[in-house]
C-alpha cells in the first residue's frame, strides 16, 4: 500500500509519496516540477517574505521552476549554479556538493560571469526543500566569490531539523519520517 503526506502550502494542498530513504528514514517527496499552480502560488508568498534584493540565485534542478517564477512576478534576473561545467564557462567556479536526496556528491558550477553580475548586489538564495542545508552551503561558497551580499535564504518547505535554524524562511515544514 502506497503512503502519502499531505501538505498544505501557499493555500494549495498535495498529496506527497513517501519514500523510503534508507532503512531508518523516509521522506515525502516534494516536487514542484510540471505543478505550475503550486510554483507561481509558492513564489508569491516567498517574494511577499523575502527582503530587498537584487539577484536571485538557485542551485540546477528542482530550484529552477521556483527561481525562475520569483524571477518573472519580481522583475529580478536569477542565476543558477550548474551541475557541471559547461561549454559556454570560460573561467568556471566549482564547489562539491552532498545532498540528502541524491546518492553521490554532486558539483555546482557558476562562471565567472555570473561572479560578476553578483557583485555588489544584493543576493537572494533560494531552494525548493532545505533538509541537510548541503545545497544551500554549496551556492554560499559560489556567491561568496562575488563581492555581494546575502541578503537571505528561502525554501518552500524545510525538512526535519532545517525548520528550526534562524537563518532561513520558509513556507511549510516537512517532516521526517523514522523507522524503528
Same mark, same amino acid.
Given at each position: 500500500m502506497d503512503e502519502f503526506y499531505t501538505l498544505q502550502v501557499a493555500g494549495?494542498?498535495? +498529496?506527497?509519496?513517501?519514500c523510503r530513504l534508507n532503512e531508518k528514514m523516509s521522506i515525502a517527496a516534494f516536487i514542484m516540477f510540471n505543478d505550475v499552480e503550486l510554483t507561481i502560488a509558492c513564489a508569491k508568498e516567498l517574494l511577499a517574505k523575502a527582503p530587498e534584493f537584487d539577484v536571485l540565485v538557485t542551485a540546477e534542478a528542482k530550484?529552477?521552476?521556483l527561481a525562475y517564477e520569483m524571477s518573472r512576478q519580481s522583475g529580478k534576473p536569477y542565476i543558477t549554479a550548474r551541475k557541471g561545467v559547461k561549454l559556454y564557462m570560460k573561467n568556471p567556479v566549482k564547489i562539491d556538493d552532498q545532498s540528502i536526496t541524491t546518492a553521490n556528491k554532486q558539483t555546482l558550477?557558476? =562562471? $565567472?560571469? =555570473?561572479? =560578476? $553580475?553578483?557583485? #555588489? +548586489?544584493?543576493? !537572494? !538564495?533560494v531552494d525548493d526543500v532545505i %533538509?541537510? #542545508?548541503?545545497?544551500?552551503? /554549496?551556492? &554560499? /561558497?559560489?556567491? %561568496?566569490?562575488? %563581492? #555581494?551580499?546575502?541578503? #537571505?535564504r528561502c525554501a518552500v518547505l524545510a &525538512?526535519?531539523?532545517a525548520a528550526e535554524r534562524k537563518d532561513i524562511f520558509f513556507l511549510q515544514t516537512l517532516p521526517l519520517f523514522f523507522h524503528e
Open positions: 494549495l494542498t498535495r +498529496k506527497l509519496p513517501v530550484g529552477i521552476p558550477v557558476i =562562471d $565567472q560571469s =555570473d561572479i =560578476d $553580475q553578483m557583485n #555588489g +548586489k544584493r543576493l !537572494l !538564495l %533538509s541537510t #542545508g548541503g545545497s544551500m552551503h /554549496a551556492i &554560499e /561558497a559560489l556567491v %561568496s566569490k562575488s %563581492s #555581494g551580499t546575502i541578503v #537571505g &525538512e526535519g531539523n
